[in-house]
Each structure stands twice: as C-alpha cells, then as structure tokens.
C-alpha cells in the first residue's frame, strides 16, 4: 500500500475539473505528508479536536476542509485556519460560523450539506428546508461565510441505481438553490459527491469535488 502511487493513479482516473479531498481522519501526520509530498495540498478532516491537533505539525500551505458534523460551540477552535466548512446542517451554525470568521478577520468557504440518504442517521437539510434558509435575508447579507455549494452523502449499499439517484437529487437540488438563490454569485459552484466507494457514480452525476479517504489511505483503524 503506497500512499503516493494511490493518489497518481486517482489523479489520472479523475477528471481534472474534479477536486480531490483527501479525508485524512484516523490517519497519521506521517501518511498526510506522504500524500503532501506526492503533491496533495487539499485534506479533510472530520472532528474538531483531530483537525487541531494536526494542523500545527503539518504545512502551512494545506488546504484544511471541515468534513464532519460540527458543533456551533467548537466553530472557534477551527475558524483561524479552516478553509471550508463543507457540512453546514443548521442555520445556527453558518450564523456561528460568519460570527467566528469575522473574529478572525477572515472569509470562510462553506457548503451546505443536504440529507440525501435512505439512513436517518446522516446529517443535513432536506431541498425544501435549505431554499428557505438560502432565501433568508441574513443569509443573503453574509460576510465572512461564502457559500460554495452543496455537500452530500449516499446510502451505503451495492445499489447502484439508489447511490445514482441520490447524487441526482443532490445535483438537481444544487440547481435550484443556483437558480433561486445564487444566481448571481460565482462562488456557488460545488457540487461536493463521492467516496471511496462511490465516486465514480458521483462524477458520472455532475460531482466537482470527491472526498476519498480508504482509497488513498488504506483502511482506517477504529
Ligand atoms: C470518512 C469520510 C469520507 C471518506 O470516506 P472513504 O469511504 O474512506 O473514502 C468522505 N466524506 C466524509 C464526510 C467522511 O466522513
């Protein structure tokens, strides 16, 4: 298993319109450096507490995503050096999060995440819950949260037509937040879609951003 050889091989399989997240979570600083050294600069994460731990011994010039759920009060742990918050599930939080990046003096990209999965257990709005959030005056007159899209996990199964479904109504769901909301905002561009398990449907369905962790890392210890 070599950390560098999985990622050259994924970056001549994946579009180069697709940005890759490399979900670092469980894996040592030791495996992310070998995936920056193989020339990786975005990473994910998806607890506050390992995000921080990890972000002072590693470059400064890594990309730093925010991929898990996130409570409003740990926002202030991450919020001086997270480039983006993709799981945005609540109003309070983006309201927290444009609190804290103001204190930071600093703008923070987001998506906002969408529940489209058969399990209850996955977070995120559902389409009707955030065209009323985007709508909302105070989230139009945001500051320092800029919000870039739209984030989204799969049911796991071997389904392939489910999986293929859902990333659909989270890209139709995408197009109708640009088309209402974010019309005329460039910034609205990500569609973010895919795992290691999933990501070529997710590209297939409109996907700008996978977020593979097992594939490049190898499988995590619990
Ligand atoms: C862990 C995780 C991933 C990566 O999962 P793999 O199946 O290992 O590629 C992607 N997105 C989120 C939100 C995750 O928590």
Known sequence: MNIADNLRKLISD?????????VSKRKS???ILQAYKAGQRIFGENRVQELSEKHPQLPEDIEWHMVGHLQTNKVKYIAGFVHMVQSIDSLKL???LE???KKADRIISC???IHIAREETKFGFTREEVLEIA???EVQSLNNVRISGVMGMATFTEDKEQVKSEFRHLRETYNDLKENCFSIRPDFKEISMGMSGD?????EEGSTMVRLGTIIFGERNY
Do not use: C, M
């Open 99 to 101: 609190r804290e990046a």
């Open 14 to 22: 994946t579009p180069e319109s697709v940005s890759i997240i490399a």
């Open 111 to 113: 998506l906002l995440q």
């Open 94 to 96: 983006l309201l927290s």
């Open 135 to 137: 709508t909302s005056p």
């Open 29 to 31: 600083v030791e495996d």
């Open 199 to 203: 990501y070529q449907i997710a590209i």
